[in-house]
Nanobody, 125 residues
């Protein structure tokens, strides 16, 4: 499985960004997909995930502001981020793995996810 993120950058508080992740590989359609983030000095955390039934889950801090989605073929994963806050500043990673649902995938720790992208930086000032 290969995951390649794009779309990060710098934005002022209150602004918007959309992250994209190109998804490819064997049996990827049977995987959960998600966005995780890691700020300096902090653990990597799940931000938003989507499972094979297109059920989504979000960490409480982004509910109502972020939206995760895929294209119909599940070859691209998106994260629309609105009303960005300085505390959203982090490296954002695309992730994929087999899972038992989006809520469980959201809670996985770094070592519990098999496939990661290289990350894209989001800075909110």
């Amino acid at each position: 499985v290969q995951l390649v993120e794009s779309g990060g950058g710098s934005v002022q508080a209150g602004g918007s960004l959309r992250l994209s992740c190109s998804v490819s590989g064997y049996a990827v359609s049977s995987y959960c997909l998600g966005w995780f983030r890691q700020a300096p000095g902090k653990e990597r955390e799940g931000v938003a995930t989507i499972d094979t039934d297109s059920i989504t889950s979000y960490v409480d801090s982004v509910k109502g502001r972020f939206t995760i989605s895929t294209d119909n073929a599940k070859t691209t994963l998106y994260l629309q981020m609105n009303t960005l806050k300085p505390e959203d500043t982090a490296m954002y990673y695309c992730a994929a793995d087999r899972c038992g649902g989006s809520r469980h995938f959201l809670r996985r720790e770094r070592g519990q996810v098999n496939f990661w992208g290289q990350g894209t930086q989001v800075t909110v000032s």
